[in-house]
């Protein structure tokens, strides 16, 4: 069997709260196993830049309540040419790195599938970090539970003054490829409409649903769009839709980048600790090219070759079925 001695961990592509939690796992799981443990800065720009450092347990106290990542995260484009991997593969070897943890999404995950095909001695193991959870192989990713809060605690604020002003709000959220945040939160917030990049939803059709929600007498009505929708970007969709329902003042919010910063919840927190401590674990067990992910609450592991190419994240009907109904 595959034996790792040293054992790297970075952060890679957007930030999720919850990654702390994590790379605080990853750590302190690997010295218990006794490992030696690198924190690499910056995601796959500090394997080029060769900004590594040793920790131990006491670098990672006090970080499980802290949004963000300790470790910081950067996309880098050099490391998608063969010269930038060789440049990060002979940096690894020559702190003598024989394994690594990578925590964030596709992006991340197509990095290093690649980078392990390339330099198979190097072990590879993905924890799914982001706030979008559309990775297959995980039915929630680190940060989606809090993002979701946090966006389900901002329209709470919005729908008071919406209330108090007769207002139709449009609120986008973050999700150019997922509606995942856009569906729970509207159903958490009793959003009157909720625009999905998975589900074609006619202009018209809306208008038609805010007329009726008129006619029903709503002093107020919330619609959540989904950044990723395919009508036109938010205000596109708010100037459309003010000619024809005139009886509300129209308002726009982008939530933006507050949705992937916080504290973690608690949620987030024992799902971050679960899957880093499982990483480790399965790397040591001789696993490579695979990612650990949650699945009726067990933990699971699936290929990261799967979960890229079985990217498409389903949503779920019931829900999008029942944010319909309940917003009569």
Excluded: W
């Amino acid at each position: 069997m595959y034996k790792i001695t040293k054992l790297g961990v970075l952060t890679s592509g957007g930030d999720a709260p919850g990654m702390n939690p994590c790379i605080r796992a990853v750590v302190r799981t690997g010295i218990y196993n006794g490992l030696q443990v690198v924190g690499i800065r910056k995601g796959y720009q500090g394997l080029i830049e060769n900004d590594m450092y040793d920790m131990g347990p006491r670098s990672v106290s006090n970080i499980l309540n802290l949004g963000g990542t300790i470790l910081k995260t950067a996309r880098c484009l050099e490391f998608r040419t063969d010269e930038g991997m060789e440049i990060a593969y002979q940096n690894l070897k020559a702190q003598g790195i024989d394994a690594l943890v990578v925590i964030g999404g596709d992006g991340t995950f197509t990095g290093a599938l690649r980078f392990s095909k390339k330099y198979p001695d190097i072990h590879v193991m993905g924890v799914p970090g982001t706030i979008d959870n559309d990775l297959y192989g995980s039915t929630y990713t680190l940060g989606f539970d809090t993002a979701t809060n946090t966006v389900v605690e901002a329209i709470d604020k919005i729908r008071d003054t919406a209330d108090a002003h007769d207002r139709l709000f449009f609120i986008e959220v973050m999700g150019r490829d997922s509606g995942a945040i856009a569906l729970r939160a509207g159903v958490c917030c009793g959003a009157e409409a909720i625009l999905l990049p998975e589900k074609a939803t006619a202009i018209d059709e809306l208008i038609e649903n805010l007329k009726a929600g008129q006619h029903n007498k709503k002093s107020s009505s919330i619609v959540i769009v989904a950044e990723g929708d395919k009508n036109g970007g938010v205000y596109d969709i708010a100037r459309r839709v003010q000619k024809e329902v005139k009886v509300y003042d129209i308002k726009v919010t982008i939530l933006g980048h507050l949705q992937r910063g916080g504290s973690p919840s608690a949620f987030d927190r024992v799902l971050g600790s679960r899957l880093g401590y499982a990483a480790v674990k399965a790397l040591i067990k001789g696993h490579t090219r695979e990612m650990v992910g949650l699945q009726a609450n067990y933990i699971k592991i699936t290929s990261l070759e799967e979960a890229l190419t079985e990217h498409e994240f389903k949503l779920e009907e019931d829900l999008m079925e029942m944010a319909d109904i309940l917003s009569i």
